[in-house]
């Protein structure tokens, strides 16, 4: 039978895996119609450059390593097959998505007032507290007085963990960036946990913990900090602005976590509650979080208006929760529709996005001069308090 050139399936597929302990990239072709005749190269690409670093000759083995110092990378596969021995072999190439390589730095939840954070570029730092590790990307800027701090939403693609939305914004910023991850996600049980951890521990306050001690350690008040992410991570930027008092901007965010996806919030129930046990209110609502702190946050909401699910669902429920709460927001509270294709994942533009932290962190807001008497039970009240001082 004869074959042609035209003949040989050419689609496959780049798995990649970062070890950021020890640099390590490992790239791996699926190419389901190999055979006998296919080998596989690969050349290890600097994103920014577009220099190729490592180059790995043909080979039966689709997998390659390749260790690399801290940096954005991307992987190029190379496939050579043919159908037979009788014919001259065809070759084609494909790229891989772009993989980070951190600077890694691991450090004890007791240890984090000696930490150096002043390192230039991003950093990785795994926070290990009480057993679990707790990953934030900080991208250092010199003299910066504020910070950006970015949440990350339902991971939607096999990728390595940490995952850290929009990390590639960092260097178009003119502030200090820092990335927080959800240590649930590393179960795999879910895409999305709006970092609740269980009934015992939640986890988004202890990365506002975490967050408080970092803006510490580099001279930047909550005050001149913005916390920024989109769907899920809209919603837990809005929790870590009203616990630490700060500013929050939010794209197609959640509000009230029972009404998004209501089909699949009992997989979300399961997987967070031992038996007997109910969702905490105000983990799971963002006015009812806002009342226990006693402080509504400058607020920016923008959302696609070919999401109406969104609308109904979350924003309009959520006005509503503020008249039951009786939650005053006065000029803290503006929301702005845009249009794009893609509903509730049609998301603005990166520009736009960036002008406008830029104009909220300009932007004074006398709330946030305010200093009056804390609730008890709120997140700062307890800081002053001493409760999460390390034993």
Known sequence: MEHTVESIDREFTIEYMVDQDTGTITAKADYPAANQFTTYGCYLIDRQTRTILQRKSYQPEPIFQFHAEPGLYYARVFIRTKAD????????????????????????????????????????????WDGVTFDFAV???????????????????????PVFSRINWSPELSHCAIYYFDPA???????????????????????????????????????????????????????????????AFVANSQFILPRY????????????????????????????????????????????????????????PFLQELVEYSLSYGERLSIVFFSREGGHNGMPDKADCIASMDEMLSRR????DELGPLPPDSLLARLAAGEFDPS
């Open 185 to 247: 996600l590393y179960s795999k049980k879910l895409n999305l946990f709006w970092c609740y951890g269980t009934n015992r521990r939640w986890y988004l306050e202890n990365i506002a913990v975490i967050t408080y001690k970092l803006l510490k350690k580099l001279h930047i008040s909550q005050q001149d900090t913005l916390f920024y992410g989109s769907s899920g991570g809209g919603y837990t930027s809005i929790l870590l602005a009203s616990m630490l008092h700060g500013r």
């Open 139 to 161: 991208n250092y800027i010199e003299n910066a007085s504020s910070a950006v701090v970015f949440g990350t939403g339902a991971i939607t693609a096999q990728v390595p963990f």
């Open 85 to 128: 021995e009788t014919e001259e072999p065809v070759k084609f190439a494909s790229s891989s998505k772009s993989v980070r390589v951190y600077a890694v730095v691991p450090v004890r939840y007791e240890e984090l007032e000696q930490l150096d954070l002043f390192r230039p570029g991003m950093t990785l730092y795994k926070i290990d």
């Open 261 to 316: 996806l209501p089909a699949r919030f009992p997989k979300f129930k399961e997987a967070v509650l031992q038996p007997g046990e109910e969702l905490i209110p105000e983990r799971i609502s963002a006015a009812a979080l806002i009342r226990r702190e006693g402080f509504f946050p400058p607020l920016q909401v923008w959302q696609n208006d070919t999401a109406p699910n969104d609308v109904k669902n979350q924003i309009a």
């Open 365 to 368: 807001f006398p709330c946030l």
